[in-house]
């Protein structure tokens, strides 16, 4: 707890009128429990944008497990954070909460309560607030209680958000004077199991869905960014938190080096979005070292906070779990195959259940890509999911002000009701850094069909020839000595490699056994040199989009194969890979 001397003294505290600019306005308080809940906060707090009737404020409840990162993310709002001592003492207008975490009766206003993933799904006991938990008020040996943890702790556990044990304190007061929900189905559990919180129920839809659904036109920017090709599948690995999840069951981290080695890297993109509470229970530092292979290999680890709903909208395909991101693919019409699917800790009520319980599973005896290949050409959206995540689609922003600006009892600003567009990430194409095994066929004059692996093990049985090609800045260093092709990215004009041209002819008198070297200065140039000492540039033809180290492995190919130089110099290079074409241009330099 923080000390009175932590307290803030503006725009709130017991001086604050003499230091405030604007004294007088209404105080809207963000709970904050964690950085979940907080992602989904900031979903509508545009929605007092513009308003100088407003000071927002922010507290954290501190009654989350998952306290990293939450003082980086309130800082980065911009907006005043009060001690949750100060917080609750501080006489506010509205509270606003994504969670039922901490001791929410608290504040002196009234309060607001939104999901902070899709409906109210899942099965969850109440630690660290004021609310009595069924059988675990007066522990006693010998008794038949689950252990925790266990399936059958989770089917004993109450709906979070959605039971009496979260919705009702100790006196049977209502916790929430509004509680916000996505879907008349709630209602209806709501009704079903407490109704005595019925009255507090309010349909006002899903920011984050109606944020994906205005987002959905820019799918193919989102694709870029993330160095799709056009003829690439994305598949986006998604995991909820904790040990039945599609991260916490070892599903993925025995997925991982079978996915870099079946998958061709030319053709299939891989991506992972996980919860923020393995991100920040665990640390981004060491989520980083478990997945650093998969990492090197192309995989690309997604924002969990700015960046995950633009990689769903990209994906092609979602290996997922039980958590409302999966849900949330599905919805979209995204073809998704469960690599966990426990239902113990989900209301069996809840649709996420029925979808659960339903959708197609990964076999992680069977080959991936067949599996992924019929997942993707067979499938047909399920309805359930969109219907079900919001009834009203397109009318949160609407909706959720109304009722904000009706529990403070002022009248809503006139211009309409806006959310925040989903950002363009930054440009992240794969960057493979492991070694890979290449294979190659020529297929006519002046064709090379290409086939890249990113291993750990073998690569899936193929015709053609095999050399390795490696970039310079590999970790496996004793690999460069057993390369056929050396490449690296950089800038043509980056003064620490001197030029494309130099560092190419350092390179091969560094690695005398290599035979071509390639210096990629963009997303269709790079530079190579033959052991020969032959200078050439390759530039992709417009609508080519192959990665140039692609490109340089399939000139390797051709001239190892004795075919003529001259000949690829005059009419050009057509690299094959999956069920797209490049043409690339081969100038002499």
């Known amino acids: 707890m923080a000390g009175a001397e932590e307290w803030i003294r503006v725009p709130v505290g017991d001086d604050a009128g003499r230091w405030a600019t604007r004294g007088h306005s209404r105080k809207v308080l963000f709970v904050v429990h964690n950085v979940t809940s907080a992602t989904r906060l900031l979903d509508v707090l545009p929605l007092f944008h513009d308003d100088f009737r407003v000071q927002l404020l922010v507290t954290c409840t501190g009654s989350s497990a998952f306290r990293a990162g939450v003082a980086e993310l309130l800082a980065e709002t911009g907006v005043p954070v009060a001690p949750w001592d100060q917080a609750v003492r501080t006489s506010v207008d509205l509270a606003v909460s994504a969670s039922f975490g901490g001791q929410l009766r608290s504040f002196s206003g009234v309060l607001a309560v939104l999901s902070h993933g899709v409906g109210y799904p899942k099965r969850l006991g109440t630690p660290n607030t004021q609310h009595p938990t069924p059988n675990t008020q007066h522990p006693t040996p010998n008794t038949q209680h689950p252990t925790p943890g266990s399936e059958a702790a989770e089917a004993a556990a109450p709906v979070f958000g959605l039971s009496p044990e979260w919705l009702l304190d100790e006196s049977g007061r209502t916790v929430a004077d509004a509680l916000v929900l996505s879907h008349p189905e709630q209602l209806e559990r709501l009704r079903a199991v407490c109704p005595e919180a019925a009255p507090t129920g309010v349909l006002a839809g899903d920011p984050c869905w109606d944020r994906m659904l205005a987002a ?72 980083r070292a478990w997945l650093d292979r998969a990492r090197r290999a192309g995989l690309t680890l997604v924002d969990p906070l700015h960046g995950w709903r633009q990689a769903l909208l990209a994906a092609d395909a979602v290996i997922g779990d039980h958590g409302s991101v999966t ?77 904000f600006y009706d529990m403070i009892g002022i009248p809503e600003p006139d211009a309409p009701a806006l959310l925040e567009p989903l ?27 290409v086939v890249r692996y990113a291993g750990p093990h073998p690569a899936p049985h193929g015709t053609g020839e095999t050399h390795t090609a490696v970039h310079e800045d590999t ?115």
């Open 475 to 589: 970790r496996e260093q004793s690999q460069l000595s057993l390369a056929d092709v050396l490449f690296r990215h950089g800038a043509a004009d980056d003064p620490r490699f001197g030029s494309p041209a130099l560092w190419t002819t350092e390179t091969l008198a560094r690695h005398p056994q290599c035979a071509l070297a390639a210096y990629i200065t963009g997303p269709g140039t790079c530079t190579v040199r033959t052991s020969d000492d032959t200078l050439l540039h390759l530039r992709a033809e417009p609508g080519a989009d192959a990665d140039p180290a692609a490109c340089a492995s399939a000139l390797y190919a051709w001239l190892a194969s004795g075919k003529s130089l001259h000949e690829v110099v005059a009419q050009g290079l057509t690299v094959h890979m999956g069920g797209a074409v490049h043409r690339v241009r081969v100038v002499r330099g």
């Open 327 to 403: 849900y949330y693919a599905a919805a979209l019409g995204t073809p998704v195959l469960l690599g966990a699917a426990p239902l113990a800790g989900l209301a069996p009520d809840a649709p996420v259940h029925a979808f659960v319980r339903t959708a197609p599973r990964l076999d992680p005896t069977l080959p991936l890509r067949p599996q992924l290949t019929q997942l993707i050409d067979k499938h047909s959206p399920l309805p359930d999911p969109a219907a079900f995540t919001s009834s009203v689609p397109g009318e949160s922003a609407t909706r959720l002000r109304r009722l």
């Open 216 to 287: 959905r036109p820019y799918r193919e920017r989102y694709r870029r960014a993330l160095g799709v090709g056009r003829a690439q599948r994305l598949v986006v690995l998604n995991s909820t938190w904790n040990p039945e999840s599609l991260f916490g069951d070892d599903i993925l981290p025995s997925l991982l080096p079978r996915l870099t080695s079946e998958l061709p890297v030319d053709e299939y993109r891989l991506a992972a979005v996980l919860h923020p509470n393995i991100w920040y229970g665990h640390g981004p530092g060491q989520i």
């Open 423 to 449: 950002p363009l990430p930054p440009f992240e194409p794969a960057a493979h850094t492991v070694p890979l095994q290449v294979l190659t066929t020529l297929l006519g004059s002046g064709e090379v069909s």
